[in-house]
């Protein structure tokens, strides 16, 4: 599952690692989540890349109603292809979602010094009004903080009264070693040298794009438990990545 994510690297780095000829200049973006506007990377005919935008839930161009738009802001890789809500985008409509980190949560006891996933050491907080475990948000990214790309997929819809909307997904798979204590799932990550793969050749074999779907390597990436305000998605500023370790 990828639910949020970040977004603070600089126009300068990512017209030059996504090879685009034009990038706006994007506001640094802390706490991404769905339904709200994201950038978005497609292949142009003559072959060249364009960022254009969209909204992070994708509704099918068959649908009745957008709502729907609100559960598939992820797809899973291994069926992306074959469901109704996707397929016709696997097919025709891959993009590239820029991104340089991304969260996931992990159930703590309140309370309590825990060791969390990776060796984390963390001081839970003893304020909450209940025994019950209470989810602890990590943050992951590269090891060197540079940006990536998540496989994307979009859409085209057009309301009843003829508006257009454009929206996207974010294909999941299986976690590596790193996150597999944290989340049965994690966003599929791209290697650099696959993205002009994942967007270009319009209907590509899908044995060679399902093969560009796998867990990304646990030992180039790096997690660390941040404060619990990141679960609020109004809360977008440099605090979310900050580490939060025990005192």
Not at 11 to 21: C, G, H, M, T
Not at 99 to 128: C, H, M, N
Request: glycine share 8%; aromatic share 12%; net charge negative.
């Amino acid at each position: 599952m990828c639910a949020r994510y970040t977004l603070k690297s600089s126009a300068d780095v990512l017209q030059e690692y996504f090879d685009l000829d034009d990038v706006p200049d994007l506001q640094p973006r802390y706490n991404i989540a769905p339904t709200q506007a994201v950038p978005g990377i497609i292949a142009e005919e003559d072959g060249s890349r364009k960022l254009k935008w969209f909204q992070w839930g994708l509704i099918p161009f068959w649908a009745k109603d957008p709502s729907i738009g609100h559960k598939l802001f992820n797809a899973r890789a291994e069926t992306g292809h074959e469901k109704p809500a996707f397929r016709n985008a696997f097919k025709r409509r891959r993009c590239l979602v820029p991104a340089d980190g991304f969260y996931e949560w992990v159930e703590v006891i309140p309370g309590k010094t825990e060791i969390l996933p990776g060796g984390f050491s963390v001081s839970t907080d003893s304020s909450y009004k209940s025994n019950k475990p209470y989810k602890q948000p990590m943050y992951i990214g590269l090891k060197d903080g540079a940006p990536f790309a998540f496989a994307g997929l979009w859409e085209f819809w057009q309301s009843p009264e003829g508006d257009p909307l454009e929206t996207c997904a974010i294909l999941t798979t299986e976690p590596n070693d790193l996150l597999k204590d944290v989340h049965n799932r994690m966003p599929v990550i791209l290697s650099g040298e696959d993205l002009g793969r994942w967007i270009g050749n319009g209907g590509a074999d899908q044995s060679l794009l399902m093969d560009l779907l796998r867990p990304f390597p646990a030992q180039e990436m790096r997690m660390h438990p941040v404060g619990r305000g990141v679960s609020n998605p109004r809360l977008d500023s440099p605090e979310c990545v900050a580490p939060f370790f025990a005192g």
